[in-house]
């Protein structure tokens, strides 16, 4: 009877698990997001201050933004390279 109400209960805890780290990868702290993204605080104030960037104000000073939304801000001003080949190089 042990056997199967710890199994079954360590089945419930690790399904919890899973779905808190599903909730928890949506929505980053400041911290969080400048570390995941290699931004600087000055550069993700900026784009909150200007309004390019959605976040989320919980209480007073804690600010959540969503992953998505950062990746999409990042795809958006992305700029693509242009790669020359060596001949066109000489060229100039």
Excluded: H
């Excluded at 698990?17 to 570390?35: G, N, Q």
């Excluded at 390019?52 to 969503?66: A, Q």
């Amino acid at each position: 009877m042990w056997p199967e109400a710890l199994n079954s209960l360590l089945a419930v805890l690790s399904d919890l698990c899973e779905k808190m780290k599903d909730v928890s990868a949506i929505y980053l702290r400041r911290k969080e997001a400048l570390r995941l993204f290699g931004l600087t605080n000055r550069l993700l104030a900026s784009w909150q201050k200007r309004r390019l960037l959605p976040y989320v104000k919980v209480g007073r000073r804690t600010t959540l933004f969503k992953t998505e939304d950062i990746e999409n801000f990042l795809k958006k001003y992305t700029v693509q390279a242009q790669c020359r080949t060596v001949s066109e190089r000489d060229a100039r």
